[in-house]
C-alpha cells in the first residue's frame, strides 16, 4: 500500500521538488501552500498554515479518502534578513509564527492520527544556521534554532506510539529564496557591511545544492527505522562549520565566520 505524505510549503522550491518527487515514486502526495499548484503528482490543498482552523479543515478533507498519513514534511518557511537592531516586533512575530509556530501547529495536526495507527514519521526542515547566529540573519537562525529544541523534545513525548521525528539542517539550496526572503530595516550604521554579506549570502544561494539531491536524502532517510534527531545536508564547507563550533573556542569560531562572510 503507498505511503500518504504531507508536504508544506509545496507550491515552489525544495517543496514542490519533493512533492512531484515523492509522486512520481508511487507516494499519495498532499501538497499544501497558500496558492494551489498545479501538478500530475501530488494534489495541492491551498492552506495557510498560520491558520490552525485552516489546518484542521485540510487534516480533515485529507482523511476523507486517506486510511491514515503516515509521513509530514514540514517544509513551509521563510527567511528574513536585516539586522537584530532594526527589526521590529511585527518582523520577529511573523517570522516565528511561520517558521515555529506553524510547523507545530501541522504535528499537532497530524500526530492523533500518526498515534491511531502507531506509525509516523515526521522531518522538520531546519537549517545549517539554526547551530549559529548568523550575521544579519539572527531572528531566522533563532526561529529555525526554536523548532529544533522542539523536535528534540516531541521525540520524548511520541516514541511510544512508534513516531519517528527529527531536523534536517539543509545548508543553501539552489532555489529561488534569494527573492522571496523578507528584507528588513537596515540603518545606516549597518548599510556598507550588510550589503557585502546580502550580496555573499545571494552567490552562495547561486551555487548551492540541487532541490533534487534533497529529494534523494530524504528518500534515504524514510527507509530508516530508527532516527537520529539532528541530520545535515550540504556542502562541505557550511556542514562544517557545526562540529567546528561545538571544538572550537568562541572567539576562533568568531574570527573564522567573519572570515566566511567577508567581515574582516
Not at 533534487?212 to 532517510?221: G, H, S, T
Request: aromatic letters at 10%.
Amino acid at each position: 500500500m503507498s505511503k500518504t505524505i504531507i508536504i508544506t510549503g509545496s507550491s515552489s522550491g525544495i517543496g514542490f521538488v519533493l512533492a512531484e518527487y515523492f509522486g512520481k515514486k508511487g507516494y499519495k502526495v498532499y501538497g499544501l501552500s497558500r496558492k494551489y499548484t498545479e501538478s500530475q503528482y501530488f494534489t495541492s490543498i491551498p492552506t495557510d498554515i498560520t491558520d490552525n482552523s485552516a489546518i484542521q479543515n485540510t487534516i480533515e478533507e485529507i482523511l476523507t479518502t486517506e486510511t491514515q498519513i503516515d509521513i509530514l514534511i514540514n517544509n513551509a518557511g521563510m527567511g528574513m534578513v536585516g539586522s537584530v537592531e532594526d527589526s521590529t516586533k511585527e518582523d520577529i512575530l511573523k517570522l516565528f509564527n511561520l517558521n515555529l509556530v506553524g510547523a507545530v501547529q501541522m504535528m499537532s495536526a497530524v500526530l492523533p492520527t500518526m498515534r491511531e495507527n502507531r506509525f509516523g514519521k515526521i522531518i522538520n526542515i531546519s537549517s545549517i544556521g539554526s547551530e549559529m547566529g548568523l550575521p544579519f540573519r539572527g531572528f531566522y537562525s533563532a526561529s529555525k534554532s526554536a523548532l529544533d529544541k522542539v523536535t528534540e523534545a516531541i521525540r520524548y513525548e511520541v516514541y511510544p506510539w512508534n513516531i519517528e521525528v527529527c531536523s534536517l539542517h539543509l545548508g543553501d539550496i539552489k532555489t529561488n529564496i534569494a527573492e522571496n526572503r523578507v528584507r528588513t530595516k537596515v540603518s545606516d550604521p549597518y548599510k556598507n557591511i550588510f550589503e557585502k554579506v546580502y550580496s555573499l549570502m545571494n552567490a552562495h544561494v547561486g551555487e548551492g545544492t540541487k532541490p533534487l539531491e534533497v529529494a534523494e536524502y530524504i528518500d534515504q532517510l524514510l527507509s530508516k527505522n530508527k532516527w537520529k534527531a539532528h541530520y545535515y545536508f550540504g556542502k562541505f564547507g557550511q556542514k562544517i562549520g557545526v562540529p567546528l563550533k561545538w571544538l572550537l573556542p568562541q572567539g576562533t569560531y568568531e574570527k573564522l565566520m567573519k572570515k566566511y562572510n567577508k567581515l574582516s
